[in-house]
């Protein structure tokens, strides 16, 4: 919605805006009570290097017979301009466009250039190119007393500014400059002040020219028509065009001029019918009947439906009711007398019709909106005082007024405490009634704790119980006098501080996993309490939470990637692979207060990605989540770690724990059927969770570099038969422990199990790699080292070399 600031001006007497700071606290004050500025344009915007010129000499074109050559004095210098307007003389007060000006009906940039071998420095303008009009037979003349050098949005009083407003659907009442005004002067402790409205009526009553009948009385509220005979159909008053073409209205004619400004002053959408044409000189407002074809202003023919309320002739259609009116009636120059037409048309109905049309027109998005029932007759009468004034005319005497089911008067209440308490500051029953009043929302009466108000009409779809009315109190006083406060009993003492050196590590973190193929994702940090309730510990529950699936906040990072998991196998089916993860806070309660600590979750579901040479495609097992696993703590530098096996007795799932210098930094999972059947997953799901905040103290970022050793490996493997209680941590500890230093790689390759291995037997094979940095290894030397090993192996896990 387009608003000229010059037009709301007229609503709000002693209302000056004379500097660039006061239009600034202007445009705060409209942002803080809610209204959305889109943009801001400034009229002279489009008149930047256009001044006031005086042609001071013409001559004829040596190489062109329609060209002349001027000279023209901008008071800066004379400029030589090649011009193409016959009516261009010697002595004329011009508009020059000169050079960097951009025309504004072209939008092409004034350059010096050369028009048939002559200089050219600027342009002498017509009203057609300036957008002033459609007037382009030849250039503009101003006045002989126009001052040389004036800018020319001086000259022609270029000084509106029009806002674009975002209009949300509850607020119809802004759709028109009346309804801002009425948000501006409350915003300046002004009232606004509507035109006074004078015209004479003849002695021959509209109800004896014409007949009203609302048939369909749900959809029609009040419908109310005036008859103005003799009119003069003709160009309207610059003043009048002048308004319509600051928000961006071409003007037609003085009749549907008239009713457009007034729509856009008052939010009320008007139509004038040429009175002559409807036949039998009656109206009826009634639905259509499905498959009826109707042909509207726009000379393009409807489809109509059972829906479609239509506004009607003894004869037939005439227009669609709140939306267009049709071609039959409508005004033309011929036009001598007016049927003007004001009235309330149910919002619900309007937008149905509207959408199954395919037709939006400013008046439909009005009555969509919901207009004010009580400006009906004010629109028509403030319409038939301008078309007397413009127009002429007789007016017939009273408006006809069909208006069957009065509205009833709506009144809210609230409570000053209850107020106080959903804006965070104290406030009054006074103050209350002084910022509604503001608005025109008016206490009636107070009864126990509660204030009750009488709710304006133009208000009647938005404010319909307390918490609207608390809303319109913290939106007056101004979200932005509202002070801060931070007594929410959170400990912040000990509250984790990511410095950069964390930010670091969370960067090498993204960027390791990313390279092992896994997708980043975010999840929802508030989720729905009884959803986690199958894990373990209490969540912390919102006062106030935005809606029954966000009240709690997230005391781990599971839920979110099961749901994650969830989601990709149900949109891309189950043969897919997922690798994810994510980073973030969880939080837990503590006594009255609460911690936050900061969290990792890995998790891969679905297909290995990538084929095996044999055997083809695989799902990802409990090994693959613990490798990546490894890879990440291996990244970090982070390789004294040690794995703690056990079963899971919450989930009643594979459970196991990595521990770093006896301190517990993450846990490794297979998720279990009561975890995966509560998040409806078919498929097996694994993953692992680290303590981000342990870790940050654990990691040293920059490493030192080490060469790579100059000598080659040497490479054997080992099978062992052990009890099956025997973990494979505990078989990698001891043999890194015996190859110290030498031994760098240790990869299990195989897992057997087998009854002919023994009662309560498997046989694990390893690939182990051995380096130095000072030699080349012999296989004597290999072979103490694997000796040392297999003993040690014996000794601390009952180990024996298989056959």
């Given amino acids: 919605?387009?608003?000229?600031?010059?037009?709301?001006?007229?609503?709000?007497?002693?209302?000056?805006?004379?500097?660039?700071?006061?239009?600034?606290?202007?445009?705060?004050?409209?942002?803080?009570?809610?209204?959305?500025?889109?943009?801001?344009?400034?009229?002279?915007?489009?008149?930047?290097?256009?001044?006031?010129?005086?042609?001071?000499?013409?001559?004829?074109?040596?190489?062109?017979?329609?060209l002349s050559l001027c000279k023209v004095n901008t008071g800066e210098k004379i400029l030589d301009i090649v011009c193409g307007a016959p009516n261009v003389e010697e002595g004329q007060k011009v508009c020059v466009a000169v050079t960097g000006a951009v025309i504004p009906n072209g939008g092409f940039e004034i350059k010096k250039s050369k028009i048939r071998g002559e200089?050219?420095?600027?342009?002498?303008?017509?009203?057609?190119?300036?957008?002033?009009?459609?007037?382009?037979?030849?250039?503009?003349?101003?006045?002989?007393?126009?001052?040389?050098?004036?800018?020319?949005?001086?000259?022609?009083?270029?000084?509106?500014?029009?806002y674009e407003i975002g209009i949300t659907p509850n607020r119809g009442d802004l759709f028109s400059h009346i309804g801002v005004a009425r948000e501006i002067a409350a915003l300046y402790d002004k009232k606004t002040v509507l035109p006074e409205i004078k015209f004479t009526e003849c002695d021959i009553p509209t109800s004896s020219l014409i007949k009203i009948n609302i048939e369909n009385t749900d959809h029609c509220k009040r419908f109310t028509?005036?008859?103005?005979?003799?009119?003069?159909?003709?160009?309207?008053?610059?003043?009048?065009?002048?308004?319509?073409?600051?928000?961006?209205?071409?003007?037609?004619?003085?009749?549907?001029?008239?009713?457009?400004?007034?729509?856009?002053?008052?939010?009320?959408?008007?139509?004038?019918?040429?009175?002559?044409?409807i036949r039998g000189n009656e109206i009826i407002v009634k639905s259509a009947k499905e498959g009826d074809k109707f042909v509207t202003l726009d000379s393009k023919e409807r489809i109509l439906n059972s829906d479609s309320l239509m506004v009607c002739d003894a004869e037939g259609y005439s227009g669609i009711a709140g939306i267009m009116g049709g071609e039959l009636s409508e005004i033309t120059d011929a036009t001598k007398n007016v049927f003007l037409e004001s009235a309330y048309f149910d919002p619900v109905s309007v937008r149905k019709n509207s959408k199954k049309l395919g037709l939006q027109t400013d008046a439909s998005q009005r009555f969509e909106r919901g207009v004010d029932v009580n400006m009906v007759e004010f629109a028509s009468k403030r319409a038939t005082q301008l078309i007397q004034e413009i127009a002429g005319g007789e007016v017939s005497k009273d408006l006809y007024d069909v208006y069957p089911d009065k509205f009833a008067e709506l009144i809210v209440g609230m409570r000053a405490e209850k107020a106080s308490s959903l804006i965070g500051i104290e406030l009054s029953e006074e103050n209350i009634i002084t910022l509604l009043s503001k608005i025109e929302i008016e206490l009636v009466k107070k009864e126990n704790d509660y204030l009750y108000f009488r709710i304006p009409e133009f208000r009647r779809l938005d404010i319909t119980r307390e918490a609207d009315l608390i809303e319109e109190v913290a939106r007056i006083y101004g979200y932005d006098n509202i002070q801060e406060s931070t007594n929410f009993n959170i400990n912040v003492s000990n509250s984790a501080k990511i410095s950069n050196s964390n930010n670091k590590v969370i960067n090498l973190i993204n960027n390791h996993l990313i390279g092992r193929g896994f997708n980043q994702?975010?999840?929802?940090?508030?989720?729905?309490?009884?959803?986690?309730?199958?894990?373990?510990?209490?969540?912390?529950?919102?006062?106030?939470?935005?809606?029954?699936?966000?009240?709690?906040?997230?005391?781990?990072?599971?839920?979110?990637?099961?749901?994650a998991i969830r989601n990709n196998f149900n949109n891309s089916g189950k043969n897919i692979s997922l690798k994810l993860f994510e980073s973030g806070k969880v939080f837990f309660e503590e006594g009255e207060n609460f911690r936050e600590e900061s969290r990792l979750i890995i998790a891969i579901a679905g297909k290995k990605d990538m084929e095996l040479i044999y055997g083809g495609e695989k799902d990802f097992d409990i090994f693959d989540i613990k490798g990546e696993a490894e890879m990440f703590l291996s990244k970090l530098n982070l390789e004294n770690y040690r794995l703690i096996y056990y079963n899971d007795k919450v989930l009643e799932g594979v459970k196991t724990g990595v521990s770093l210098n006896d301190e517990l930094i993450g846990n490794i999972y297979k998720a279990d059927s009561a975890l995966l059947k509560a998040f409806d997953i078919d498929s097996e799901v694994f993953y692992a969770e680290f303590y981000l905040d342990k870790i940050f103290k654990k990691v040293k970022i920059g490493g030192q570099y080490k060469p790579v050793s100059k000598f080659p490996s040497v490479k054997r493997d080992i099978?062992?038969?052990?009890?099956?209680?025997?973990?494979?941590?505990?078989?990698?500890?001891?043999?890194?422990?015996?190859?110290?230093?030498?031994?760098?790689?240790?990869?299990?390759?195989?897992?057997?199990?087998?009854?002919?291995?023994?009662?309560?037997?498997?046989?694990?094979?390893?690939?182990?790699?051995?380096?130095?940095?000072?030699?080349?290894?012999?296989?004597?030397?290999?072979?103490?080292?694997?000796?040392?090993?297999?003993?040690?192996?014996?000794?601390?896990?009952?180990?024996?070399?298989?056959?």
């Fill in 719 to 803: 099978a062992i038969v052990v009890e099956k209680n025997i973990t494979y941590d505990d078989i990698r500890s001891s043999m890194q422990k015996s190859g110290g230093r030498i031994l760098r790689e240790v990869e299990l390759f195989d897992l057997y199990e087998d009854d002919k291995l023994g009662e309560n037997k498997k046989s694990l094979a390893f690939s182990l790699e051995f380096v130095s940095d000072e030699k080349t290894m012999t296989d004597e030397e290999t072979k103490k080292i694997m000796d040392k090993i297999i003993n040690n192996l014996e000794k601390n896990t009952g180990a024996r070399l298989r056959n």
């Fill in 521 to 563: 994702i975010i999840s929802e940090t508030l989720i729905d309490d009884k959803r986690i309730s199958i894990f373990q510990g209490k969540s912390i529950r919102l006062m106030n939470s935005i809606s029954a699936e966000m009240n709690a906040l997230r005391t781990n990072l599971t839920f979110g990637m099961m749901s």
């Fill in 1 to 66: 919605m387009k608003i000229s600031l010059n037009w709301l001006k007229d609503y709000i007497p002693g209302l000056e805006f004379d500097s660039e700071e006061s239009l600034e606290i202007l445009h705060n004050k409209m942002i803080s009570c809610g209204l959305d500025i889109e943009s801001i344009e400034k009229e002279g915007g489009i008149y930047k290097n256009f001044v006031v010129g005086e042609v001071i000499e013409k001559k004829k074109h040596p190489d062109a017979d329609k």
């Fill in 225 to 277: 028509g005036r008859v103005i005979k003799n009119v003069i159909i003709k160009e309207s008053h610059d003043w009048l065009k002048k308004r319509l073409k600051s928000i961006g209205l071409k003007p037609r004619n003085n009749i549907v001029d008239i009713t457009n400004f007034v729509m856009f002053e008052t939010g009320q959408p008007l139509h004038a019918f040429d009175f002559d044409k």
């Fill in 119 to 162: 200089t050219s420095e600027g342009m002498i303008c017509s009203e057609n190119e300036l957008n002033l009009s459609e007037n382009h037979d030849g250039i503009l003349v101003l006045d002989k007393e126009a001052p040389i050098g004036q800018s020319f949005a001086d000259h022609i009083k270029a000084n509106d500014i029009v």
